[in-house]
């Protein structure tokens, strides 16, 4: 890059898709180094080169990485972990494992080819993990798995921490007793690896020691009318029990609701996992002081710009307030994101601004109070050097320290003190800063805007905890899953590309639908092993009689279930006769 008139190139900084960022060193030639050992697949790389009058210089490239053999387990079946050799009869099994020499650059989805011509992010990118299970009497069944970030729970300070890299799981309800073998099949672009040990891969199923575990709910073999267990025990459900993240949508707000209830009193909620956006773009962190579309908060996303091959982005001013400049993060779920006290942060925006005028810029405050004006904090220290001007896909990165924090809180995305001029946001990233070019797992739950390509470990992890808790109590949970009225879902053309009039969510067969797939493949991976999981509901209060996409959701969850967990939909209205 060669510099403005009377300026000289101050630094040049890179950063990939991916999360890997960094500093080049140099004068006239810069040099760099991106170590791409685990980083197989597609990596999607910004370099910008900024001179000493701010003005940035960017190159854009994607640098797809083969490594040489194809994709198996770390350690082969030795390096799968169990949480027991001994697992009682419909209680949790789980194996845990890492991948070598994948080049999935998107863990989340599995790998799949001949998708529809605008899901290139997806297209040959995603892994497919499973788990092969056999029973005592030979029977066979196949129990996807998914991608997991650990997390640290600590209940004297109430807080959530992400630990160390992310992992992958496979989980399973055995439901015959005797001794179980397993393998784990792994799929990507490189190719397919089945690890197979009967010695290691193996664990025994013993009987219920706990009187509430009696399996699975089911509808009665004898009278439809009614529920009964995997056992035979008739399900009586009394409602209302104990929900899941309610409140404040942490695991802590679960304790409170059991605490509440109490175990055998009332054994039946129905609970809104939509309300914790696991997926989709409904209750999103990010929709505070945005106008409502509809029942639900406003989510700001656009589909008029968008980073690479991706489909939308938060734009600034709001797409339904023009006069408002900013939006704020936590009046959704304000008691997650938790953080270390007295601990640097490194921030990054991935941003895209055209005209933005002004004395000020875009900049984001983390920790912040609850403001009343977009430019309330305007003369205090940036995390966030102003973005400013018409220029294109950038990063722009920051330090910030917690203080004494140990929850982020509210945090503020503005254009402060700007009096024209629009911005694009593709992802905002907060890591702990660990030296040495290192930094530490994601602290923000939804960083990345195009939320329907992955989920939610945050809040993922607090229904893990949740429908563990309600199991051993002998409760359940009627889980929503979506909001019919899901922004991200409803603007995603059949052919995979962003579509600006909405209305796409329940389109059969489209690039929406498969999406949607991707969630549901998610929940019984994640899920489907807890007998605590009385029904998935697609939706709340849909169109009476609008019964097809529930029923594909249902065909599909029956097709990859092996406990074959009952599905339903809600309507607003009655229904129709059959």
């Not at 070598?100 to 989805?109: E, F, I, K, L």
């Not at 922004?487 to 059949?494: K, Q, Y």
């Not at 059969?508 to 007998?531: C, D, I, P």
């Given at each position: 890059?060669s ?26 030639n ?48 030795a390096?799968v972990?169990?949480n ?15 991948l ?10 599995p790998?799949?080819t ?13 892994v ?9 009497s ?16 600590n ?22 007793l ?11 672009a ?50 209302p ?9 942490t ?5 409170s ?47 008029e ?18 006069t408002?400049?900013?939006?704020f ?5 304000p ?48 995390a ?31 254009l ?5 001029g629009r ?63 899901d ?8 052919y ?6 909405g209305?796409?969510?329940?389109i ?24 605590a ?21 249902a ?21 129709d006769?059959?």
């Open positions: 890059a510099p403005g008139n009377g300026s000289t190139i101050t630094r040049v900084e890179w950063s990939t898709d991916r999360g890997a960022k960094g500093t080049a060193t140099g004068t006239t810069w040099n760099s180094t991106l170590d791409l050992t685990n980083q197989g697949g597609k990596n999607r790389l910004i370099v910008n080169a900024i001179d000493s009058n701010g003005k940035i210089a960017r190159k854009e490239v994607v640098v797809d990485y083969r490594p040489t053999n194809k994709v198996t387990i770390q350690g082969g079946a390096g972990t169990q027991a050799a001994s697992v009682e009869q419909y209680e949790k099994f789980e194996a845990t494992f890492n070598q020499d994948s080049v999935a650059s998107n863990p989340n989805v790998f799949e001949g998708l529809a011509a605008g899901m290139k992010t997806i297209e040959g990118n995603g497919t993990v499973e788990g092969i299970f056999t029973s005592p030979g029977n066979i069944f196949t129990q996807p798995g998914f991608f997991y970030q650990p997390y640290q729970r209940t004297a300070t109430q807080q959530l921490l992400a630990q160390s890299n992310p992992v992958f799981k496979i989980r399973f309800s055995p439901t015959q005797g001794v179980w073998t397993y393998q784990v099949k792994v799929t990507d490189s190719g397919t690896t089945t690890i197979s040990d009967s010695t290691r891969l193996r664990f025994t199923s013993t009987s219920p020691t706990n009187s509430e575990n009696h399996g699975f709910i089911k509808v009665s073999g004898t009278d439809k009318r009614y529920f009964e267990f995997s056992d035979g025990t008739p399900f009586i459900g009394v409602g029990g104990p929900g899941i993240g309610a409140g404040g949508g695991s802590f707000d679960t304790d609701e059991i605490s509440l209830v109490g175990s055998g009193n009332s054994n039946l909620s129905r609970t809104w996992m939509s309300g914790t956006n696991v997926a989709g773009s409904s209750w999103a962190p990010w929709t505070a002081n945005i106008a409502y579309e509809g029942n639900y908060p406003g989510t700001s996303l656009t589909t710009e968008a980073y690479g091959d991706s489909i939308f982005s938060f734009t600034l001013p709001q797409v339904n307030n023009p408002e400049r900013c939006a993060y936590g009046f959704v779920q008691n997650s994101s938790s953080i270390k006290p007295n601990t640097n942060y490194q921030i990054m925006m991935r941003v895209k601004s055209v005209g933005v005028t002004g004395s000020g810029g875009l900049t984001f405050r983390p920790g912040v109070a609850w403001p009343n004006t977009c430019d309330l904090f305007a003369g205090q220290p940036l966030t050097p102003y973005v400013t001007g018409t220029k294109d896909w950038h990063v722009v990165t920051g330090t910030w320290n917690s203080g004494s924090r140990t929850k982020l809180g509210y945090a503020l995305i503005t402060e003190n700007v009096t024209a911005v694009y946001i593709d992802e905002i990233s907060i890591r702990e800063d660990l030296g040495s070019g290192q930094y530490g797992p994601e602290v923000l739950p939804r960083s990345k805007f195009n939320v329907h390509e992955y989920f939610s470990q945050e809040q993922s992890w607090t229904w893990d905890y949740g429908l563990d808790e309600l199991a051993k109590i002998g409760a359940y949970n009627k889980i929503v899953i979506e909001e019919k009225g922004f991200a879902f409803n603007h995603i053309s059949p995979g590309f962003g579509y600006d009039q209305l796409q969510m329940q059969g067969g489209g690039a929406s639908h498969k999406y949607q797939e991707y969630f549901w493949r998610y929940l019984t991976a994640r899920y489907g092993y807890s007998r999981a009385h029904s998935w509901e697609f939706v709340n209060e849909d169109a009476p009689g609008n019964l097809y996409f529930a029923n594909e959701m065909k599909y969850f029956h097709s990859i279930d092996p406990q074959k967990h009952l599905a339903t939909t809600s309507f607003w209205a009655g229904i006769n059959p």
